[in-house]
C-alpha cells in the first residue's frame, strides 16, 4: 500500500499505465501521463522555491490541472490547500493568510477576481496560471509563471524532500457560518488510509467510473478522487450547472459511482432515471437523507447498492451503512468504517449505555493533525484517550465530533444532531433534523431549514423555512398541520416561512441554517418588547 498521498497515482501507473485515470469533459488523461505530470509539476514547484511543509493553494474549478497541482504539491514535499471555487476574494484572502500560503494555482479569470486581495496576502510569491491565454497585467510583488512551464520541469534531476506518512499533506477549511473557517490539517496517513478504508467497503475495483460532482475542497469530494487512484479507477470530473446534467453524464460516461450530499439527492431523486444502467452503488454524507428522498432513489434505481454515511473533516470519514441495512434501519449511520473506532461517550469520557445520547468519538489512524495554528480550538476537539491497555504511557488523540448521536443494542448509531444546532426550547433539546423529516415527507416541499432563535420565555422558539416543490400550491398551515400530527407540543415551530428561492448553501453545498438563522435573532424579542 502507499504511504505517501501522491503514490496512489505511482501506484496505479505502475499497475496499468495506460488505464484512463481523468476525464475532464473532452480531454483525458491516463495514469502515466498523470504521473508524468504530477513528477513535472513537483519538480517545479520546488524550482519556484515551494520548500518541505510550505502550502501551496489551488482555487480553480475541477479540472485537470487542479488535481495535478493537488498531487504536484504533495510530490514536491508541500501542503496542498484547495480552496472552494465558489468562495469570494475577501474569503481567499483569509486562508491565503491564515496558513501563509507560498504559491498559489489559479486561472485568468479568478486571478482578476483576486487582484484587490492578493497584495495583502503577505506570505505569496508566486501565482500559477493554468490558462493557455498570454497573461496580461502582473501584480507588483509576485511571480507570475504560467502551467506550461511547470510541465516543462523535470524531478527526476532534482532532490526532492523525503517525507513519511505522518508528514502534513493538506490542510482543508471547514466552513465558516460562526464564524472564521478553521483549517484542517491532514496528514498523507490520513489520506491514504482513508482511500483504503472506503474503497474496501465500497467495494471500488478499477474498472469504476466514479463521478467527482462535489467540491474537491470538500473532504467528501476529494474523497472520490483518492478512492478511484487507490484502486486505478477513472475519475470523472463535473462541474454541474442542473440536476438533469448529472444525469446526462451518469449516461454519457457510465458511471458507476456517484457521491452528493442530501440537498443535491432531493434534486436528483425525482428525476427520469431510466436509461440509468451503469451505476453500482451511490453514497450519502453530510446530513442524513429524507426517507421520501431514499424511497424515491430505491425505486428509480432498485439494482443500486446505497451507502449511508457519516464523516467530519477532522477524521475524514467514520461510519457507513451497508446497503443490506438500508430497508432495516434508514435512520442509522450504521458503523465504523475499516480501521476505525467510533464510541459514544459522555461527558467524563465514560461509555454511553445503548440508546443514551453521547456524543460521537473517533479514534484511529484517520484522525487528522488538529486545526492551523488554533491550539485552543484543537485542544476542545482532539483530546487524549484514556490508554486502552495497562502499561501504555502515551495518551493517544481522538477527535471529538460535537455531533450527539446514540447507539442501539447492535451497535447501529444514529444522528440526532449537532450541539451547536440542537435547539433549546422549554428546557428540551430538539433536533433540526427530526423536524426537517416531518417537512420532507409531506412530499410538498424541496428544501426546508429548521432552527431555534431566541425567544425572552422559551429561550428558543422554532422556526421553519421552506420551498415548495415545482407547480405545487402550498399553504403554511399545512406544514403546521404535519406537525402538529407527528410532533409533540414542545417541537412544534413558532414561525412557518414559504420561500420560493433555493435556501443559502455553505461552500460545501449543504443547507446553512445559521445563515438562515441569523434573519430571525431579533424577530421574537422585538415582538415581546
Known amino acids: 500500500m502507499p504511504a505517501l498521498f501522491h503514490e496512489l497515482i505511482y501506484q496505479s501507473a505502475n499497475q496499468n499505465a495506460n488505464k484512463t485515470a481523468l ?32 502550502r501551496a493553494a489551488i482555487y480553480l474549478e475541477k479540472r485537470l490541472e487542479t488535481v495535478i497541482a493537488l498531487f504536484g504539491t504533495s ?3 508541500g501542503a496542498f490547500v484547495p480552496v472552494n471555487p465558489l ?3 475577501e474569503q481567499v484572502a483569509y486562508i491565503l493568510n491564515d496558513c501563509n500560503v507560498r504559491i498559489l494555482v489559479t486561472s485568468v479569470a479568478r486571478l482578476d477576481l483576486l487582484r484587490a486581495v492578493l497584495p495583502q496576502c503577505r506570505d505569496l510569491h508566486t501565482i500559477v496560471i493554468v490558462d493557455e491565454t498570454q497573461i496580461t497585467a502582473s501584480i507588483t510583488g509576485l511571480n507570475t509563471v504560467s502551467w506550461q512551464q511547470t510541465q516543462q520541469s523535470s524531478s ?32 498523507h496517513r490520513n489520506l491514504v488510509t ?12 478499477s474498472d469504476d467510473r466514479i463521478l467527482a460532482v462535489l467540491p474537491l475542497s470538500f473532504d467528501y469530494g476529494l474523497s472520490q478522487l483518492n478512492t478511484a487512484f487507490y484502486v486505478g479507477a477513472t475519475a470523472v470530473l463535473m462541474n454541474y450547472l442542473m440536476p438533469r446534467d448529472i444525469l446526462s453524464i451518469i449516461k454519457r460516461e457510465h458511471i458507476t459511482g456517484l457521491a452528493a450530499v442530501p440537498p443535491l439527492w432531493t434534486q436528483l431523486a425525482p428525476l427520469d432515471w431510466q436509461g440509468v444502467q451503469t451505476l453500482r452503488y451511490i453514497t450519502n454524507s453530510g446530513g442524513a437523507m429524507p426517507r421520501t428522498t431514499l424511497a424515491q432513489l430505491r425505486a428509480a434505481l432498485p439494482t443500486t447498492k446505497i451507502f449511508l454515511m457519516y464523516g467530519l473533516t477532522e477524521a475524514f470519514r467514520s461510519t457507513y451503512l451497508p446497503p443490506e441495512e438500508v430497508d432495516k434501519r434508514p435512520d442509522s449511520m450504521g458503523k465504523a468504517i475499516p480501521n476505525a473506532e467510533v464510541m459514544v461517550l459522555r461527558e467524563d469520557g465514560s461509555h454511553c449505555a445503548p440508546g443514551e445520547p453521547g456524543e460521537l468519538v473517533h479514534r484511529g489512524s484517520l484522525v487528522s493533525l488538529g486545526y492551523w495554528n488554533a491550539p ?16 501504555l504511557t502515551i495518551p493517544e488523540l481522538a477527535v471529538w465530533s460535537g455531533d450527539t448521536v446514540r447507539m442501539d443494542e447492535e451497535g447501529y448509531l444514529y444522528f440526532i444532531g449537532r450541539r451547536d444546532d440542537m435547539i433549546k426550547t422549554s428546557g428540551y433539546r430538539v433536533s433540526p433534523t427530526e423536524i426537517e423529516e416531518v417537512i420532507y415527507a409531506t412530499e410538498t416541499v424541496s428544501e426546508v431549514a429548521a432552527f431555534g432563535v431566541p425567544h425572552p420565555t422559551l429561550d428558543q422558539i422554532i422556526v421553519i423555512v421552506a420551498v415548495p416543490k415545482a407547480g405545487i400550491e402550498l399553504e403554511k398551515d399545512m406544514l403546521a398541520a404535519a406537525c402538529k400530527k407527528h410532533l409533540p407540543a414542545f417541537m412544534q415551530p413558532g414561525l412557518i416561512e414559504l420561500r420560493q428561492n433555493s435556501l443559502p448553501r455553505n461552500p460545501n453545498g449543504k443547507i446553512d441554517r445559521k445563515n438562515i438563522a441569523n434573519e430571525f435573532q431579533h424577530t421574537f424579542q422585538a415582538k415581546e418588547s
Do not use: W
Open 23 to 54: 476525464i475532464d469533459r473532452k480531454r483525458h488523461l491516463s495514469y502515466a501521463n498523470l504521473a508524468t505530470a504530477t513528477q513535472s509539476f513537483a519538480g517545479a514547484l520546488h524550482k519556484l522555491g515551494l520548500n518541505r511543509g510550505e
Open 75 to 77: 510530490a514536491a514535499g
Open 87 to 89: 468562495l469570494k476574494a
Open 156 to 187: 527526476n534531476s532534482i532532490s526532492l524532500p523525503r517525507c513519511i506518512d505522518s508528514d502534513m499533506a493538506a490542510i482543508l477549511y471547514t466552513s465558516g457560518s460562526t464564524g472564521k473557517p478553521k483549517g484542517v490539517v491532514l496528514s
Open 194 to 205: 482513508g482511500a483504503k478504508s472506503v474503497a474496501q467497503y465500497l467495494n471500488n475495483r
Open 376 to 391: 485552543d480550538k484543537t485542544a476542545t476537539r482532539f483530546r487524549p484517550l484514556t490508554p486502552r491497555q495497562p502499561g
